[in-house]
Structure formats: structure tokens, C-alpha cells
């Protein structure tokens, strides 16, 4: 086990949309993951206005890495089960204006790959990226999605991730990167691409994802059995579900 770190990292704020993804199931999966990674990704790559784009490729076999808890989801539906994310972080919050003609060739793309794509967008500043290993790069990651409880409200639960649950994570000194973002209202609108589907009922909203970085497989499996529990009893009180996956890549291409 890491010593905790003694000072706070540095941290930068900004303004990212996250893109989940869901393979379709006629074509072997990694037909699907690798056209991503390969074609599609330089559609999104040419987008003007990118600070960074990022895919996350998610393990095949993810049940849920988070134990399990009375009264919060942490088995993840077979149907709601992620294949990757689409990591978009902007220069700034007009950025998006300037990308539409690369937009509407991934809309046109998407089909091609994927059978559901949900956008969950946050507000400019509030993708925090924490500096919490300058120098260091992870060699294993989890990303962990939230969904406030009945009655968290939306305020509340920000306060609640950047106050409470952040300071605890970068204090068991395990990581080598964190980042959290928190997710406006979820709006089909905002990325209603033709021929795949965009279902999202209520119950399954996501409110907030956290992005954890470790040294190896060994130091992320270590989280979950030396802290978990103890953050169990912090995350408990404020979300009805945790859904923590494997990250099997993150693809850096901006």
C-alpha cells in the first residue's frame, strides 16, 4: 500500500462530453472495437477545436468490479453493459460549434459500428483532472459511473464528488490519474445520430464518472479489496448505483 500524499494535487479544469458506446452484436466485437480505433477515430481526430480526444476501451467481461453493497446497483445490467467511451475534451465552450461538419460524418459512421450511443455532456469546468503522479503514466485503469440516489440532489451530489469523494480517492495513494465529471441532464438531442438506437429511460441515468489510473492490474485489483469498503460507506448515502468497469486501453488521439 501507497504512503497518502502529503500536499494536493493540482488540479485543471475542463470542458469534456463523453460518448458511451455500445458494439453491435451481428459483427464479432473486435471487428467493431478495431474499425473504432481505426476509420472512425480519425473522423473525430480531424474535429477542429479539440483539446484532446480520447477513446476508452472497456474489458468484454465486465459484471461490475465494485463489491457488492445493500441498496445500490453495483452489478451492471447485461443491456447496459458499456463497450468503450468516446472521450471529447474542447478548447473552449464554442469549440463544438466549429466541429459540425466532422460531427455529421461520425453521425453517419456510427451505424457502421455501434448499435446504441448515449452523450452525457457537463458543463465548461467541471471535467476536473487531477495531477495526482506528475511524470507518471498508468499502466491500468477503472472508470467508475454513478447515479445519484433518489433523493441527492443535483447541487448536492457536485459538492459531494469534488468535496468528499476526490480528496478521499487521491488520499489512499494508490493512483497514478484521476478524473471526474459530472453530467448535465441527459438529452437524445444533443446526439441523435440516424439508425442507432438512443434508449435511456430515467432509472438508467448516469450523473457522474470518475477515471482511476494505477501502476499495473495488480495495484487496481489491491483498490478494490485494501479501500473499497471504507469508500462504500462514503459513496453509499449519495447514489443508487456504482458501476465500475476495466479499462483495457485508453487511446490517446488528439
Known amino acids: 500500500m501507497s504512503d497518502p500524499p502529503t500536499t494536493k494535487p493540482d488540479v485543471s479544469k475542463h470542458f469534456t462530453s463523453s460518448i458511451l458506446l455500445w458494439m453491435r452484436p451481428d459483427q ?3 471487428v467493431g472495437m478495431d474499425r473504432w480505433k481505426g476509420p472512425h477515430s480519425g473522423i473525430i481526430a480531424a474535429t477542429p477545436g479539440l483539446y484532446e480526444y480520447r477513446q476508452i476501451h472497456l474489458a468484454e467481461n465486465n459484471p461490475g ?33 466549429a466541429g459540425r461538419k466532422q460531427t455529421a460524418l461520425a453521425f453517419e459512421d456510427e451505424v457502421n459500428i455501434f448499435r446504441r450511443t448515449l452523450l452525457h455532456a457537463g458543463p465548461p469546468g467541471t471535467s476536473r483532472w487531477y495531477d495526482v503522479a506528475p511524470g507518471q503514466k498508468p499502466g491500468s485503469r477503472a472508470i467508475i459511473y454513478l447515479r445519484r440516489g433518489k433523493d441527492e440532489g443535483t447541487v448536492g451530489f457536485h459538492r459531494f464528488l469534488k468535496k468528499e469523494l476526490a480528496p478521499a480517492l487521491i488520499a489512499t495513494g494508490e493512483l497514478k490519474e484521476l478524473r471526474t465529471q459530472v453530467f448535465l441532464p441527459w438529452n437524445e438531442k444533443l446526439w441523435d445520430t440516424p439508425n442507432v438506437a438512443h434508449d435511456n429511460s430515467v432509472d438508467q441515468h448516469l450523473h457522474a464518472s470518475v477515471i482511476l489510473g494505477f501502476v499495473d492490474d495488480d495495484a487496481r485489483d489491491a483498490f478494490y479489496t485494501d479501500h473499497a469498503a471504507h469508500l462504500t460507506e462514503l459513496i453509499a448515502p449519495h447514489v443508487s448505483a456504482v ?12
Open 65 to 97: 468490479r465494485w463489491p457488492e453493497t445493500p441498496g445500490v446497483e453495483t452489478t451492471i445490467p447485461d443491456d447496459r453493459k458499456i463497450d468503450g467511451i468516446a472521450e471529447v475534451t474542447f478548447e473552449n465552450a464554442l469549440s463544438p460549434l
Open 28 to 30: 464479432p466485437r473486435p
Open 243 to 254: 458501476h465500475a468497469y476495466d479499462v483495457t486501453a485508453a487511446l490517446t488521439y488528439v
